[in-house]
């Protein structure tokens, strides 16, 4: 009697990453991954990516528009494990460096058609008193660099 080999189905996610709102940061750029069980393989397709860096539209809204395609097939035997894309949003802090501004998760859709998402965003928050304080210096800092320079009359 031949063993029957276990049956698999395939999920297609494909879409973009739109837009972001960050009021207060502008030259953004985002990274996304998808975290699954083990039982998921992914088939064809990017599982992570970065974008291009954008700078807030001149609108009211000062949306940050990414527009970046996503495009990855998974197959699996068990629903357990469902994807999860992930996005973490990264810019230059005042010294030029690239530091997270923000990170979220939702799950790929359950059912199929057309999905519109939003993730919330979390922003990392220094632990110590001493990194609150000298990121408190920094932006006191970057906003006196900032001002432009006035006369005496």
């Known amino acids: 009697m031949a063993t029957a080999s276990p049956s698999v189905f395939l999920l297609m996610v494909n879409g973009q990453v739109e837009s972001a709102q960050f009021p207060e940061y502008d030259d953004l750029y985002c990274k996304y991954c998808f975290v699954y069980g083990q039982d998921w393989d992914p088939t064809a397709g990017l599982e992570e990516g970065i974008s291009q860096i954008t700078s807030k539209s001149q609108?009211?809204?000062q949306a940050l528009v990414w527009n970046f395609p996503i495009d990855v097939t998974f197959?699996?035997?068990?629903?357990y494990g469902w994807p999860q894309i992930v996005l973490s949003v990264y810019g230059p802090d005042v010294f030029g460096n690239d530091v997270v501004?923000?990170?979220?998760?939702?799950?790929v859709p359950f059912s199929p058609g057309r999905h519109k998402r939003t993730i919330p965003m979390f922003v990392p928050e220094s632990t110590s008193k001493l990194q609150k304080f000298t990121s408190l210096c920094l932006v006191a800092s970057s906003?006196?660099?900032?001002?432009p320079p006035t006369e005496d009359k």
């Open 75 to 79: 197959k699996s035997t068990n629903p």
């Open 101 to 107: 501004r923000g990170y979220g998760a939702v799950h």
């Open 59 to 61: 609108d009211v809204r």
């Open 143 to 147: 906003d006196l660099q900032a001002a």
